[in-house]
């Protein structure tokens, strides 16, 4: 398959690159150049925010397939797709399940109520905003197959917002860690190298449609995923747990102060109850945990700690104060 990747140096984008690359595809990437790209690659460089950069950088070329993971200004994917309609077989756009109304409902599938978009915006919308802007721009632009993949938590390699990597940091340094109960609390999420390998399965047989792209809820639990980053780092870490109770007793919230996991109930619960069986149905599947929070660590030790979250995340992870007040519970 010769597939276009827009972006391909970073998370999901570098995810597909390495999986297409491995799959024997023919993999042409456009970014601004910041970070190097994947050897094996037709590397082009563009600012996708500047008037004809990619209509430059594309030439007269044509792909079989085309996926593109932009999450801001939805007019510049609006360009992307009205550039590449009649000379890719099939477009992937990575959405999030950020673009449900918030709050999600629980156990909420692909017709959950969406927020608003606009396809033509070139404004900063909040994230889920620009999501749902860049799914509208695709559909209506593209002429031929489009696949919405809209992930839920992703963790792995490559992952720049820093949730795995902060625990991992965290449970490294050892000691007491406040652990956040229940300790079977189960985890919904996607390895972002099985989402890529997905997609590319998707885009190769021409799927179309929106998909929640996450695992089934329940895939790990919390208590799996912090045993797991003692075991690889080695640590003398000791998890001390706190019940959901107790974590509000000391104004400490879930997903930010307390990545990855969220409360059982309330609104931030649905995060991890989303319904995945069309993309189940559709051949999505996802490693076990072990595996991930391994291969996360392996990819930090071999490349460095990721730059701090982007300012949509907002602060992540326990200050030193949370932290010993969560512990004095």
């Known amino acids: 398959m010769r597939l276009l990747v827009l972006g391909g140096t970073h998370h999901v984008g570098r995810a ?3 999986a297409a690359l491995e799959r024997g595809d023919e993999v042409t990437t456009i ?14 460089l563009a600012d996708r925010r500047e008037p004809d950069a990619l209509a430059e950088a594309l030439g007269n070329d044509v792909w079989d397939a085309v996926l593109d993971t932009w999450s801001h200004e939805p007019v510049v994917v609006s360009e992307a797709a ?13 959405s999030s399940r950020s673009v ?3 709050p999600i409902p629980a156990g909420a599938d692909e017709s959950a109520p969406l927020v608003l978009g606009d396809p033509e ?8 905003e620009a999501k749902r802007g860049a799914e509208m721009a695709v559909k209506r632009e593209f002429g031929g197959p489009v696949l919405l993949a809209r992930a839920g938590l992703i963790l792995g390699p490559y992952e720049i917002v820093g ?27 996607i390895d972002g190298r099985d989402l890529a390998q997905w997609a590319l399965q998707c885009a190769q047989r021409r799927r179309t449609g929106a998909f929640n792209a996450v ?13 797991g980053c003692i075991q690889v780092t080695g640590s003398d870490a000791e998890l001390i747990w706190r019940t959901p109770e107790q974590i509000e007793d000391v104004g400490i919230s879930g997903w930010t102060d307390l990545p990855i996991w969220t409360p059982p109930t309330g609104e931030l619960a649905a995060l991890h109850d989303a319904n995945v069986d069309a993309a189940k149905a559709a051949g999505l599947s996802c490693r076990p ?19 701090p979250p982007s300012a949509r995340a907002g602060q992540l992870g326990l200050s030193a104060e949370q932290e010993a007040a969560l512990l004095a519970q």
């Open 16 to 18: 597909v690159v390495e």
């Open 82 to 94: 009205q550039l590449l309609s009649g000379r890719a077989g099939h477009f992937t756009y990575i």
């Open 100 to 102: 449900y109304a918030w």
């Open 121 to 128: 915006s070139a404004e900063g919308e909040s994230y889920a």
């Open 289 to 307: 945990i072990a595996e991930t929070v391994r291969d996360t660590w392996d990819w930090l030790q071999a490349e460095g700690w990721p730059e």
């Open 163 to 189: 949730r795995l990597p902060w625990w991992l940091r965290r449970i490294a340094a050892g000691g007491p860690v406040p652990a956040p109960g229940p300790p079977e609390r189960p985890l919904q999420y």
């Open 215 to 227: 695992s089934v809820p329940g895939h790990a639990t919390i208590e799996k995923v912090l045993r």
């Open 31 to 44: 970014n601004r150049g910041t970070l190097r790209p994947a050897r094996g690659v037709d590397a082009r």
